[in-house]
């Protein structure tokens, strides 16, 4: 069996609660939401310091980033979708889906696909902003979400 050895480099400090979930940007930063409500972005290069894009008032278990229109798209707890533009930091839009937690949020195209709480999976059209189609796939948590690009 081989051993393997893990080292710490960093501490990334920041977050007032657990942190859920992860998105990659590019090779040197990714961005992180935890349980206090922050999106926070990080730039490995400077590790200690992270720089706050959005702060919502509940936990945030799923977040994506898109490369191309340079948005996160941020799953508040018990309210819904909140559409940051990651240059400006600024809300560009919201969309309400339920009052369910929102466990994944994954992108193919121009949809969203949002897994809740309530067993229901969102299908959302990013540009106008509409649930195109509501999946009703269990009586209790959708907590996953699994795209093939095939």
């Known amino acids: ?14 977050h007032n609660d657990s942190i859920y979930t992860l998105a990659g940007v590019d090779s040197k930063h990714f961005i992180s939401g935890a349980g ?4 926070v972005i990080w ?18 278990y799923a977040l994506i980033y898109h490369p191309f229109r340079k948005q996160v ?8 979708l909140h559409f940051i533009d990651i240059s400006s930091k600024k809300e560009i839009k919201t969309l309400k889906l339920n009052t369910s937690a929102i466990f994944d949020l994954q992108y ?4 969203i696909i949002a897994a809740t709480g309530s067993g229901q999976v969102y299908l959302i059209h990013w540009e106008n902003n509409s649930i195109e189609h509501v999946i009703n796939l269990s009586e209790k948590s959708a907590r996953t979400v699994a795209v093939n690009f095939r």
């Open 108 to 111: 193919f195209g121009d949809m």
């Open 36 to 39: 206090d409500g922050m999106v």
């Open 1 to 14: 069996m081989n051993k393997v050895t893990v080292s710490k480099l960093h501490t990334l400090t920041g």
């Open 73 to 80: 798209v941020v799953g508040q707890n018990f309210e819904g």
């Open 43 to 60: 730039d490995l290069e400077k590790p200690e310091t992270g720089h706050l894009l959005a702060k919502v008032p509940s936990s945030v």
